[in-house]
C-alpha cells in the first residue's frame, strides 16, 4: 500500500503562483511514474502534468504547458507541480497520483484545493 498525500493549495489571484507538494510512501519511490491531475467543479479529472522515474522527462497538458512545472526529488519521495500565471480556469482540485510498475497499481491522493480569482 502507497500512501500518497498533497499539499500546498489556496486561494491567489489571477497571475500568482504555487507550488503543490506530494509525498509518497514506500522505498522503492524512484520506481513509481509520478503524475498530477485535476478535477474542476462538473467536469471528470484531467491530466496535467507526469515525470519520469528518474525526472529526466516531463509531459504536460495543452492548457498548461509553459506555466507548470512539474519535478521530483527521489531522495526525500516527493514531486512538486510549480504553477506560474494562473488562471480562473485553473481553479480545481489538484490529484497527484503514483503508479508502481511491480503491481500495475495506482494510488491517489486525497487532493489539494487551488483557486484561482479573476
Known amino acids: 500500500q502507497v500512501q500518497v498525500v498533497e499539499s500546498g493549495g489556496g486561494l491567489v489571484q489571477g497571475g500568482d503562483s504555487l507550488r503543490l507538494s506530494c509525498a509518497a510512501s514506500?522505498?522503492?519511490?524512484?520506481?513509481?511514474?509520478m503524475g498530477w491531475y485535476r478535477q474542476a467543479p462538473g467536469k471528470e479529472r484531467e491530466f496535467v502534468a507526469a515525470i519520469s522515474r528518474s525526472g529526466g522527462n516531463s509531459y504536460y497538458a495543452d492548457s498548461v504547458k509553459g506555466r507548470f512545472t512539474v519535478s521530483r526529488d527521489n531522495a526525500k519521495n516527493k514531486v512538486y507541480l510549480q504553477m506560474n500565471s494562473l488562471k480562473p480556469e485553473d481553479t480545481a482540485i489538484y490529484y497527484c497520483k503514483a503508479r508502481v510498475p511491480a503491481t500495475g497499481y495506482d494510488y491517489w491522493g486525497q487532493g489539494t484545493q487551488v483557486t484561482v480569482s479573476s
Open positions: 514506500g522505498r522503492t519511490f524512484s520506481s513509481y511514474d
